[in-house]
C-alpha cells in the first residue's frame, strides 16, 4: 500500500478506532488456534460460503436514519458521476450511490443479499431456515484532489440458519482506491475484516480465527453501470 492510499484510509477510519479494533482481538485468535486444528477452519469455512449463496428476501425491519455518514474532503458535494450503480467485475458486490453520496443499497459479499443502510434484512435459505442481517453504520469519504473513493460497509450482525447448524457473526469491507478520469472505472483495494461463530454437535459456539495482521487486501475493479432507458 503506498502512503496516498494509507493517508486517505487512515482520514477514513480516524475518529473510529475502537469500532474498528474491538472484533478483531489477537488474544482470542491465539487461544483458538492453539486449541482447533486448521482442517476445522477449511471445512467450515467452505460450509459457509456454499450454503450461504442462497437466499431469498422477504421482509425487512426499518432502523433510524443517519446510517450512512458521507465525507467530502474539500467540503463539497458529492460528485455527479459517482451517483449511481458500481458493480464488482467479480464476486457479485454492488454499491449505488445516491445523489446525496449515502449508499441507498448495497450486495455484500457475504451471501451476496442486498442489504438497504438502517434496515435489518431476513432471507430464507434453499434448505430450509433463514439468514438475518442487520447493517451496521457505513462510511463513504470521496477526495476530489486525488480523485481517490472509500467505502465502508459493515454488517453489525448476521444470523444463518444452515439445517441444525447455525453461522453468526459480523463483518467489514473496506474498499479504497481511484476513479478513472471518464468516472466509468473504480480501481479499489478491498480490506477484509470478518468475525464467524460456527454452532454445531461438534463445535458448539466456536469462534472461527482470524488474523487481522495477516490480510492481504484484494484487488478489485469497479464499473459504473449504464441505466437503461
Not at 480523485?147 to 448476521?158: M, Q
Not at 473504480?186 to 482470524?210: C, G, H, M, Q, S
Request: proline content about 6%; overall charge positive; some cysteine.
Amino acid at each position: 500500500m503506498n502512503r496516498r492510499t494509507e493517508n486517505v484510509r487512515f482520514r477514513l477510519w480516524q475518529g473510529r478506532r475502537s469500532r474498528l479494533l474491538s472484533p478483531l482481538s489477537m488474544e482470542p485468535y491465539a487461544v483458538q488456534r492453539r486449541n482447533k486444528p486448521v482442517e476445522c477452519r477449511v471445512f467450515l469455512l467452505g460450509a459457509l460460503v456454499l450454503s450461504i449463496c442462497g437466499f431469498f428476501f422477504f421482509g425487512g425491519c426499518q432502523r433510524p436514519e443517519n446510517s450512512v455518514e458521507v465525507i467530502i474532503d474539500d467540503g463539497g458535494d458529492f460528485p455527479d458521476f459517482l451517483v449511481g450503480t458500481w458493480r464488482a467485475s467479480s464476486g457479485g458486490v454492488e454499491i449505488v450511490f445516491g445523489p446525496d453520496g449515502k449508499i441507498s443499497s448495497a450486495v455484500v459479499s457475504l451471501g451476496r443479499v442486498r442489504l438497504k443502510p438502517g434496515r435489518d434484512t431476513t432471507t430464507q435459505m434453499l434448505l430450509g431456515g433463514k439468514g438475518i442481517f442487520k447493517p451496521g453504520k457505513w462510511t463513504v469519504q470521496y477526495s476530489p484532489d486525488k480523485r481517490e473513493l472509500g467505502v465502508d460497509i459493515v454488517v453489525e450482525h448476521f444470523r444463518v440458519e444452515l439445517g441444525d447448524n447455525v453461522v453468526q457473526g459480523k463483518t467489514r469491507d473496506f474498499y479504497i482506491g481511484s476513479v478513472s478520469s471518464d468516472g466509468q472505472s473504480w480501481w479499489a483495494d478491498r480490506y477484509k475484516f470478518p468475525e464467524y461463530i460456527v454452532d454445531t454437535d461438534k463445535y458448539p459456539n466456536y469462534k472461527l480465527p482470524f488474523d487481522p495482521n495477516d490480510s492481504p487486501s484484494e484487488s478489485v475493479t469497479f464499473q459504473k453501470v449504464t441505466e437503461s432507458n
